[in-house]
């Protein structure tokens, strides 16, 4: 059984950063691929980032690429999403998850664990 926190959410204005932090507890986080989720208020939850296993592998979403760089630090076993230069379409609920698998995948459903979320809103 693993364990994720998300911590990090908060309300900024557009423009600005956030650092957004995954702990695991239970086990050791280097056996799972890991990804970020959001939710947007009223909409589906999608992709964001995902990282594989080993941190060599890393994927953004469209919306996302080039602002947001996603990191692993599995001595600490933790995940972070750096999110720079925040639109106010980025407001969403932020949910790491945890798929035990070498590659990730972009299918929510796929994922084993998930974490309760953190909310991001960016102000415009």
């Known amino acids: 059984q693993v364990q994720l926190v998300e911590s990090g959410g908060g309300l900024v204005q557009a423009g600005a950063s956030l650092r957004l932090s995954c702990a695991a507890s239970?086990?050791?986080?280097?056996?799972?691929?890991m990804a970020w989720f959001r939710q947007a208020p009223g909409k589906e939850r999608e992709f964001v980032a995902a990282?594989?296993?080993?941190?060599?592998?890393?994927y953004y979403t469209d919306s996302v690429r080039g602002r947001f760089t996603l990191s692993r630090d599995n001595a600490k076993i933790t995940v972070y999403l750096q999110m720079n230069t925040l639109r106010p379409k980025d407001t969403a609920v932020y949910y790491c998850?945890?798929?035990?698998?070498?590659?990730?995948?972009?299918?929510?459903?796929?994922?084993?664990?998930w974490g309760q979320g953190t909310q991001v809103t960016v102000s415009s």
């Open positions: 239970g086990r050791t986080l280097s056996s799972y691929s």
């Open positions: 998850a945890a798929i035990g698998a070498t590659i990730w995948t972009m299918t929510e459903q796929s994922y084993d664990y």
């Open positions: 990282i594989d296993r080993s941190g060599s592998i890393i």
